[in-house]
């Protein structure tokens, strides 16, 4: 982690009991690290566990294998499985920030709007905009004629599956 040279971050940190400085130097740093212990439980129990890894791989194989974008390019199925997964099964529309969207999938702002059209067109997602105040893009999932949500089961859904 770098936190600068600066001692405030570290106090903070110590502060809030989120971490502990080890005695310096130790056998495991150098002269100019600094070495510290994780206090935060949540933090130290956050790596999912082998079956919900395999459920989370299963889901995002099944986002991206349907048949709507399966022909498209890997960055546009990237893309798909980033909105599918940012996407809340109990609003019509998702926003999410457009820096954020394209650093997560590795596009620039130029192939954004490419992108998303690409996969409007093949039907992956419903309808999209992009809202030049707050720099997000919103965008709708694309729904069965009952309402349900096509594809596959939403992430939140797979979450409350396994109990998280």
């Known amino acids: 982690m770098r936190l600068a040279r600066t001692l405030a971050p570290w106090d903070e940190l110590e502060d809030a009991r989120w971490l502990r400085r080890l005695p310096h130097p130790t056998e495991q740093t150098e002269h100019r690290t600094t070495a ?53 099964p109990d609003a019509g529309q998702t926003s999410m920030e457009a820096d954020h969207l394209t650093r997560t999938c590795g596009l620039d702002q130029n192939t954004l709007t490419a992108t998303l059209d690409r996969l409007v067109a093949v039907n992956a997602i419903g309808a999209w905009t992009f809202e030049p105040v707050t720099e997000d893009v919103s965008y709708a999932a694309l729904t069965t004629d009952s309402g349900e949500d096509c594809g596959s089961v939403p992430l939140s859904e797979l979450r409350n599956r396994t109990g998280h």
């Not at 459920?55 to 893309?79: E, G």
């Open 36 to 88: 510290a212990q994780l206090l935060d439980a949540t933090v130290l129990t956050q790596e999912p566990a082998r079956h919900d890894r395999h459920q989370a791989a299963d889901w995002a194989l099944r986002a991206v294998s349907q048949p709507q974008p399966r022909a498209l390019p890997a960055a546009d199925r990237l893309t798909a499985l980033v909105l599918t997964a940012h996407h809340s």
